[in-house]
């Protein structure tokens, strides 16, 4: 056969489907199990991407929701205005300004200019170093500064730093300042009461944030409102009992008063008779609640409702009162107090001054410790503790004011005759200024004793009887001797105006002895007598040189207190008093 014929051969062979060579090392042979292999793995293949669909379109829906929403989505805080705080006239004195929160995404910002980061710093009053510091967060959103001034943040905006975002809150402002710091108190960053009334009406004043969902790209902008989750409700407004006028004549004197005797500190508070609403309360040293940066504790301390003491002299109104009320007395009756000293058991009790045979009301006047002391020694020590108790000494105050402390009276059944007689005249036991100044009610009033209150009232509450009104209209008058000539707080007297009061002179108890440089000077009295309007307390602690008695330190700070309170409420004279008068021998007594 020839060639070509062979060739056309093959071809033919080879359509027809003959191997175009018998060669066993050419022949081409699959065998049956690969191919079933191929196609197991491709058909695993399309299951496992049916099923992954199947999970992700139908059992994660939520999940993948959810996980994108966060990428886009944002829950925006809509803040509430804190309440404002006024006087009981309506003016101001806490209010909330709108502010700007300086936040950033420190990895967009990262990016930005040398220079604009260096302007930034500087707006936020922070070094380059401050700032790079809270920019090195790994965290995706970082607080830069927090209660920035409008005008401020409005420049950094205009920096137009990628990354930086302002978020709107608010600021507390308090228009008078340390004036009345310690009643108003003051907030933290977040907005929430820290001291005073501030904390104690936290849930009154806060009110209710609101919040929006929003939609933000990339760059933190909002590019749609998605919905409104909930409207912001405004704290409710608070209306104290402070009268701004009396309370900045209390601060004032009180201020100028531990100026003048060089003293460790001082306060004094007022209160309304007839209502029990806290007028003034002062104290000094104090601070500035809208510059808190060099605050510290001495001036955060509200000695008026925290710190105790032994009251003294101031005292002895309660032993006299209560042996009167249950005709153990009368302003008349005699007791010899004799050259000055009297001995109970192995302790002597001494006058300042020999008083030798005098009344009652003499007792009070010249502020004898001897003359208190027989008197308290005629009664069971039952009923002074009962006393002391149902005026508040050693009683948790209720008054819806942080901080006020209870004070301290020890059981009746642990005093001994020495003890009873020193807690006659102030010794022994501890108590607040306040529940000093309130414990008077019970002579201001009609025997009868009225809780107190930081809000204005409309009307006036229930008193608890105490005394009869007789034996309060008795120890009002032994009260006025005190102030007149004679008396051991003639530097209380008020021209124009009869008042009446107690001195308290007390040693420092420290390191477990009395101290003997160390005084608390006091006085409480009341205004005008003929029918009392205003109880005032004023303490100064440790008043430095020769002059540190009640009325020599605290007498004055009254007077001069309640002639301008007085008169500020238009509370008309009762007294031919043109001025003060002061013999030239000094009232003699403890004082």
Known sequence: MSRGSNVNTSRVAAAKGVAFSKSPVLAVRLPTWRSRVVLFV?????AALAGRALWLQGLSTQFLQKQGEIRYARTLELPATRGKITDRDGQVLASSVPVKAIWAIPDDVQEAAPAKLKQLAKLLDMSDAELQKKLDSDRSFVYLK???EQDVADQITKLGIEGIQTRKEYKRFYPQGEVTTHVVGFTNVEDQGQESMELAQQKTLQGITGSRRVIKDRLGRIVEDIESVREPHDGKDLMLSIDSKIQYIAFTQVKDAVEKFHAKAGAAVVLDVHTGEVLALANWPTYNPNDRSKLTGEQLRNRVMTDTFEPGSSLKPFTVGLALDEGRVKPHTMFDTGNGSFVIADRVIHD??????????????????????????????????EMFTKVGFGQQPKWGFPGAVAGRVRPYKS???IEQANMSFGQGISVSLIQ????????????DIIPLSFQKLHEAPHGTQV????TAAEMREMLEMVTQPGGSAVKAQVPGYRVGGKTGTAQKFLNGRYS???????FVGMAPMSDPRFIIAVMIDEPGGPVHVGGDVAGPVFSTLAAQALRAKNVAPDSDLTHIIIPESAAQGNM
Do not use: C
């Not at 491709?42 to 399309?46: E, I, K, P, T, V």
């Not at 005394?467 to 007789?470: C, H, L, M, N, Q």
């Open 42 to 46: 491709l058909f695993a293949a399309f």
């Open 146 to 148: 927090r209660q920035v």
């Open 352 to 385: 300042t001054h020999p008083h030798y045979l005098i009344d009652v009301q003499t007792i009070i006047q010249k502020s004898s410790n001897i003359g208190t002391s027989k008197i308290a020694l005629g009664m069971p020590a039952e009923d002074m503790w």
């Open 415 to 417: 005093w001994r005759p």
């Open 436 to 447: 000093l100044a309130r414990s008077y009610m019970i002579f201001a009033r009609d025997g």
């Open 467 to 470: 005394v009869s009104a007789k």
């Open 516 to 522: 003997q440089t160390k005084y608390i000077g006091n």
